[in-house]
């Protein structure tokens, strides 16, 4: 076919699509024109709905991001917070191990010195058995054993001279010490409450009279052989009654002087300065 022939052609289609549209009536187009308007008015509404979700993708995508970047930053934290729990419980436990340690021993101390209080008052009050009960008492107290002598054992009324029947109590007391450097000697004088008699050489009050029969006994004990060192002399006066001074009996009972022997607790202390 030459290019005559293909136009000659091309007229005819186009006239006979001219002849078909001339057919159709006005009605009909209008319907096409109002179709196609609806059609372009959703395609729009498509494309912006498209569009609109893309965006809302595109947000959600980089909020997620964002949202596994901060889980990630707090997972790393809890990591370092755990990493760092754990060292301070190994820390705290290897610390509490070291106490429990230092607690067994200072137990295990206490313990001996328990066991040697009791041992000291069965060998001094075996060694004071033949004295009457009520003129000497040995018991523990406190962690101490207190060797009680009432003033009728030891001193005439305002005297602080010790009468023979002390002299040997004390003597037996310091034969029983003997040898135990481990234990300090306090020797307290005590007295009841009536005043000492006017005009007595060397003495005040009541104060004067506990001191010096104090050192008088640690005089004696030191003379039979307990280290000066080891005893200390001291005067209560009648500052510490065991009982009311409201009747003879109970001042008696204040008329008193206390051995009083506790064992050293060096060891005990150097563990408590080392905490």
Not at 114 to 138: I, S, T
Not at 186 to 192: K, N
Not at 229 to 256: C, D, F, H, M, W
Request: charged share 25%.
């Amino acid at each position: 076919m030459n290019l005559l022939s293909a136009r000659l052609a091309l007229l005819s289609v186009l006239g006979s699509g001219a002849l078909m549209l001339s057919g159709c009536n006005a009605k009909e187009i209008a319907a096409l024109q109002q179709q196609n308007a609806a059609l372009t008015s959703s395609r729009d509404q498509l494309q912006a709905q498209k569009t609109a979700l893309e965006q809302e993708k595109t947000r959600n995508e980089e909020a997620l991001r964002s949202s596994l970047l901060s889980r990630s930053q707090q997972l790393n934290q809890l990591n370092d917070n755990l990493t760092g729990a754990e060292q301070a419980n190994s820390a705290l436990t290897a610390d509490l191990r070291s106490k429990e340690q230092r607690i067994a021993e200072m137990q295990r101390i206490l313990d001996q010195k328990d066991a040697a209080v009791k041992a000291l008052r069965q060998k001094v009050g075996d060694a004071l058995l033949g004295f009457n009960a009520q003129d000497l008492q040995v018991n523990v107290k406190n962690g101490k054993v207190y060797v009680s002598l009432s003033e009728q054992l030891l001193f005439k009324s305002g005297s602080t001279r010790v009468d023979p029947k002390g002299q040997e109590a004390l003597k037996k007391l310091a034969s029983a010490l003997q040898g135990n450097q481990d234990v300090n000697v306090l020797v307290e004088g005590h007295t009841d409450n009536v005043p000492i008699a006017r005009g007595t050489v060397g003495m005040r009050d009541n104060w004067d009279l506990s001191v010096l029969r104090a050192t008088e006994i640690t005089r004696l004990l030191t003379t039979n052989g307990l280290p000066a060192s080891q005893v200390t002399p001291s005067g209560r006066a009648e500052y510490v009654p065991i009982a009311e001074n409201n009747s003879p009996t109970n001042k008696a009972l204040n008329r008193r002087t206390e051995i009083i022997l506790t064992p050293k607790l060096d060891e005990l202390f150097q563990i408590l300065e080392a905490n």
